[in-house]
Nanobody, 123 residues
Framework: VQLVESGGGSVQAGGSLRLSCTRP????????MGWFRQAPGKAREGVAA????????YYTESVKGRFTISHDNVKNILYLQMNSLKPVDTGMYIC??????????????????WGQGTQVTVS
């Protein structure tokens, strides 16, 4: 069963979007959850990660202070709140889940389940 993202769209620079990711019947606790993005012609980039079990988060430097990753433990939904968007943030945003093998989560750990992505375009 795949992860399913939603919430992408087209916004002007400075605008905001909130992305959501869910997987029916799947509990995120005990896993690392991450958001990645891929722009045309570029490699996939890790954006943010969260450990739903303890709330610890990780952000790549370029989004610190602008993006917030969070998790609704009741609804089992992963979010990415994106504020002060810039054209360089344009890309396909993909959520992923992976085993929490260490005591923390970041975007460099092995992620084993991926969504199809939701497009974000900032102009």
């Amino acid at each position: 069963v795949q992860l399913v993202e939603s919430g992408g769209g087209s916004v002007q620079a400075g605008g905001s979007l909130r992305l959501s990711c869910t997987r029916p019947g799947f509990t995120f606790n005990g896993y690392c959850m991450g958001w990645f993005r891929q722009a045309p012609g570029k490699a996939r980039e890790g954006v943010a990660a969260i450990s739903p079990a303890d709330g610890n988060t990780y952000y790549t430097e370029s989004v610190k202070g602008r993006f917030t990753i969070s998790h609704d433990n009741v609804k089992n939904i992963l979010y990415l709140q994106m504020n002060s968007l810039k054209p360089v943030d344009t890309g396909m945003y993909i959520c992923a889940a992976g085993p929490r093998l260490r005591g923390y989560c970041d975007t460099y750990l092995p992620y084993t389940s991926w969504g199809q992505g939701t497009q974000v375009t900032v102009s």
